[in-house]
Each structure stands twice: as structure tokens, then as C-alpha cells.
């Protein structure tokens, strides 16, 4: 128990079970592999054993924390980039309004205007969106490898920010604000018990309010524990590339 | 956004020591992604649709096959499939058994899979032969389902070849001088004596020989080199301490690897021989028949859940058709290549967390071991595991290094080939895009494990462009 208590999410899902009784172990484990998912954890009588009451609780408060921590000025710094916010005052505001996590609010937008370039082929800027660890654990791969291949393409990038509180749907105002042909959302993702930083992709061909949602091309699952950042960026690379060219993006792309 | 899904035809041909087939499969390769993942073309279902007969093979002499008869007998069953050489997006062509060690053999390997489509690979060596004989039996099926180790012995006319898988994974190799025709027998006489079972015969002149009538004494002879032969099985699969003779009868390697099968399944025109009863000792002319019921009677049966594999006499060529290629990840970069590769070298490139600046020497030092033994310019591919999740600056380097060499060393007509194990192949042909001149060839590709003596073939990009077909072959003729 002991153990256990040092580091209660040291193990993976994976090696986290209880072979208690189990005839072949060797094939338990086995099926254990397929999936994260908490299964073969045994338990006592109707209840979860303590130890994996414990993991739970341990893995909730991660997803937990990563919805409402804050993505901390310094991170913003290093990124040597500026922020806004959304109308959300604060991560109460942002569970509760998610309408107010897509506005943003007149002296916002002129700081938009005042830092970036105008009219950029693509705007691409970061959010943290359900998950605040995710803009320190992906944008600095991903973001370098996104810009060097679009760069190297002729393909002119506007000028980077982040935005605190944001929604996805920041994109149907930040894209005509800013006149980007390609606007693309790199946005913390809703956590689950088995990862707390991954990231999204959203990529518009010329938002708009009125815009679909089927009209976003998505990548998910972007992190260390999913898709590679550095791979993740090398794809949307060529998607942004191809959005361009039949200038439309979403479910008329078959990608 | 899941929308890609492609059907090919895939060609097998197996041209062994008794008999030739031919098999064309339908291979559907999908996009199992799903929305909002990257794309991840797998092959999702393979069918045979068509089978040829099973062809004796056509032989000039002892040394010799008559390629102008196999070339009629492959061309035959294309009219007969309805399947043009022009539709065969892959497939596999293999000589097997003696018959690879025929004078022409390579020749007429390479001369079938120009024949045969496109990207028809020619592929050869007991070793690839037990891995493909194994695949196709549906051994390896088998120990992915059962979770355990599972023995395919492929018996043949004049070889067994051997393959241990482990929970759906290769754990060794072998091939022996075993088979059903190593003796063969017409009109009550034995017509023909192969080389290989010289060791079981002694150093005297035995009885058994050509031109022998098959009377009680030979008989006798006859059945106690049959029982020899199924010993040596026993002992080839690790169930018996190896006789001295052992060695001599090994083609290529014996198995090494110390792993009691838990399951022992036979395929190749002998395991037919198994079940099937017959009132005639040599209903084929040859020690086929008496070879299968010896082994029904030996501890290869008795001890272990043995029996027929799922696919008999057709192991090898559905081994061929269907199991001889795999799909790169499909996230790759390619730029300026015409496909396909075939034959290409493959070099070991050491690309290690720590020893990202030394990756211009290791290039250039294996290139220059390489060239003296090619010819400089030739092809080639490098292999290496590639870093699990690397960073923005990792893959810099990595592309710096490679770069720098291949500027330095590489002439405008080589394409810089690089297959690797981790997801990393497009972020770094991408960035090696950006440092070489644009017209120069660049193949970046991963989720392929091949590594240093290995020869890789490289088919043209599949599904809408996503992924590359490849086939990795780990002995070509060794002559």
C-alpha cells in the first residue's frame, strides 16, 4: 500500500489491475493492454478496492485541475507571444458561459488589431480552452513545425497570440477580425481519467458567425500520449495546404 | 473524413520443389482513423478468389527449370482469373524447396515478378519461406488467438520449412532437407535418389538407390529412413535431444530459440498425406504418403494439440499473395519518386536520444563501407527505430545530419530512402524538404521495422497517396 500512496498515477491503466483469483494471468494482462480503460480492477464485494477508489479519485482531481488551473503568464512569456481574453472573467465563468467564451469584447479586439499582421493567408493562434496544461506540454513542437512547413510553402502566418477562456467558436470572430483566408484554433481538449493534456485542432477555411460546425476540419488528440505533436503539426501542414487550395475545409475535405 | 477505402489485387506464385500455384487475392485496404484522427490506412480484409491447380513443376533437368513452361502455366492462370498483369498491385513470386537451389532460379524469380505486375516482388530464402509458409498455414493466426507458441512445419517435396510464432510474432526460423519426394518411385522402382538423404544412407553402398525394385528388403529400408526422417522433425521442433546426422540435414538454420511449441501444425503438400487415408503406399511415386502417417503416429502428434493447419498445400503461395507485404503508417512524406523500388540495400543509421550530431559520420562511414562493395551511386534505403515522440528540435537535428550527408555523398539520381519504426516520418521528411534542394527524391516512411542486411521493396503510394506498400525480405539468394 505503501507503495501505492508514494505516486498514486505512477502505473499506466494499463499495468493497473488485479489478477487476484484470475486462472491465466499471463492472458489477463494481455487483454489489459488493449485499452486504458479501467477494467480487470477487481473489487470488494459491491465496492471498488481502495487502491483503485484511490486511482480514481487521484485521476478525476488531474482532469479536474487541468479544466480549471490557469495557464500560467510565464508559459505565455517563454512562448514570446501576447494574450487576450474572452468576455469570461474567470474558469467559473468559462463552465458556466460557454456562449461568453466565444465573444470577444471590443478593447480585446483592438489589441488584436494593434499586435498582429493583417490579412495573413493563415491565422493560427492557441487557446486553453478544457485544458490548460496542454498549451506548455504541445504548442512549442507544434506550433514550430506548423509554421517552418507553411513558411516553406510561400504560406504567410499571422502573427501568433493565445486566448485565455476560449472556445472554439473564437474562430468565427478572430478570423474576419483579422482577415485570414485559413484560421486554425490549436485548443486544450476536455479531459478524460487517462490523459490531461492533450490538444485539438480546429481549421476553418474563412469562418464565419454563421459557419456550420461541420464545417471545421478537426485533428484530436494530439499529445504525447496520442498523436505525436511533431507529427500532428507535419499533417496539418498538408491539410491547411489543401484547404487552400479547394478553399473549403470541414466534411468537404476527405481527408 | 474516413471516407478512404481501396481494393487491390494481390498475385501470390510459388514455384517449389514438386509442384507451382498460383492464387489472386483481393486486399481492402481502409482508413480506421476515424473523424477527427489522422488517417491510419489499415488492410482490413483479405479474400482469395481465385485458386489455380496445383501445377507439378516444370523441370528442364536436375539442375534446371524450364522457365518458358512456367512462364505458360503463370500466363495461363492470368487469362484463367481474368486478372490483367496491369491490374496487380502486388504480390509476391517465390521458388521454394530444391527448386531455389536450381541454377536459373534466380533468374526465372525475377523474370515471373516483371511477368507478374508492377510491384510483384521477387522474394526467396528458406528463411522467408518458413515465414510466409507460416503466415499462410494460418499458424500465426493461431498463436494470436490461443496466446501461445505454435510450430508450423511446412513439409514439402524436398524441404521442411519451420516457423515459430509467439502470441502473432516471429520467434525463429528453420529449414531442413525433409520432404516427401526425396525418394520417388515409378513402376515398382526406385527412379530417383535425392542428394539430401545421402547422410541417412551410409557410407556403403545402401540398397536404396536407383534403379532398386521395391522388394521386402527395400521396403524395409524404405520405411526405416521414413522413421528417421520423422525423428529428425521431432528433433528439429525441440521435442528430442538433435542426433549428430541433425546437422547435415539443416538447409540454411536450425531453430535456436529454446521453445517448446504448445501447438504443432503442418502444412505443405505432406500434411495432406496426414489425414487422408490411402490404400497404396505411393499413391504420388514418392515417400509423401508413408512420411505423413509416420508423423500421425510420432510424439509430433501424440504430445501436442497437433494437426493440419487451416491452409495445406497452398500455405507458401497464400503466404506469397496475401502475407508478404505490409502498409507504412500513414503519415509519411515523399516527394520526386518513381515507384516502384525493388531490391533496395538496407543500412542500420544509429539515431539515438544522445547521439543526434553524430548522425553525418554514421552516414557517411556506412555509405563508404557500402560503396565498396556496390557500385557507388547504387541504391539504398536506411533503417533506424526512430525517437518515440521526438521534439521540434530532435527532428531538426536528425534532418541536419541527414541532410549534410546526403549533400556531401548522395549523386542527384539517388533517392534518399529512410524507413523508420516510430511516428515520426512526416515531421522529418518535411523537414528535410527544407533543407535539400526541391528537386531532389526524398522517402520518408514509418511504422516499418526492417534493419542492417535486409532488402526492402517499395510499392507505388496506395489509398489516395497515404501510405506505401513495402515488403521487407530478409535473405535474398545467398549464392
Redesign the interface.
Known sequence: MSEIMSNLTEKTMQQFGCDDGILEPGLFWKAKEATPARIGIGHAGARCKTDSMLRFLADHAQASDSVFMEVDEDIIKKLGIFEIHTRCRNKEDMILRPDWGRIIEEDQQMLLKQNCISNPKVQIYFGDGLCSPAIAANIPDLYKVISSGLDFEGITVGTPFFVRYCRVNTARIIGPLLGAEVTCVLIGERPGLTTAESMSAYIAYKPHPLMLESEYTVVSNISRFGIPPVEAAAHIVDLIIEILEKKQSGIHIDY | ?A??EETVISAGIDVGTTTTQVIFSRIKMKNTGG?????KIEIVEKTIFYRSRTYFTPLISEEEIDENKVREIVEKEYLAAGVHPDEVAMGAVIITGETSRKRNANAVVHALAELAGDFVVAAAGPNMESVLAGRGSGAEALSKKQ?CVVANLDIGGGTTNICFFE?GKILDTACLNIGGRLLKITDNRISYVSKSLEPLLGKEGSIIKQGAVIDGEVLKQIEYIVSRLCRLLEQAVLLDTREDVFEQMVTSQAITCNRIPDIITFSGGVADCIKEKHEDRFPFGDIGCLLGKKICTSSLFKEKKSGSASETVHATVIGAGNYSMEVSGS?I?YCNCSFPFKDIPVLSLNVEKEQLYAITADMKRKLTVFYSEYAAGSQIAFAFKGI?????EE?ELIAEGIGKAVIEEYSPAQVLILVMES?????L???L??RLPRENAILCIDHIVCGQGDYIDIGAPAA?GKVIPVVIKTLLFSE
Open positions: 473524413m471516407g478512404i473523424f477527427g484522427s489522422i488517417p496466446n502470441n503519415t512524406e518515440a515522440c521526438p521534439s521540434f527532428i511516428d515520426m516520418a512526416k515531421s521528411g518535411q523537414a524538404r527544407r489516395s
